[in-house]
């Protein structure tokens, strides 16, 4: 499995989730589907492209507006 196996949607809808519903942080989320150690590499690409910003920790990404 790699980075490019995990839709950029579904990243940023677990991203949504945490924000607005309280939902657990990304990587547990969809760590049923994905190795947590990949959700976290793919977010930070999605950080480096600008599609997601973090403060302290990526765990915490939200989508850029």
């Known amino acids: 499995m790699k980075i490019a196996d995990i839709p950029d949607a579904e990243i940023l ?11 657990p942080a990304p990587d547990i989320v969809l760590a049923d589907k994905y190795p947590p150690k990949l959700i976290l590499a793919k977010m930070q690409k999605m950080s480096d ?10 765990r915490t990404a939200w989508v850029s507006a």
Do not use: E, N, T, W
């Not at 809808?13 to 939902?23: E, Q, T």
């Open 13 to 23: 809808a677990a991203c949504d989730a945490f924000h607005k519903r309280g939902a």
């Open 49 to 58: 492209q600008g599609k997601i910003d973090y403060g302290v920790s990526l």
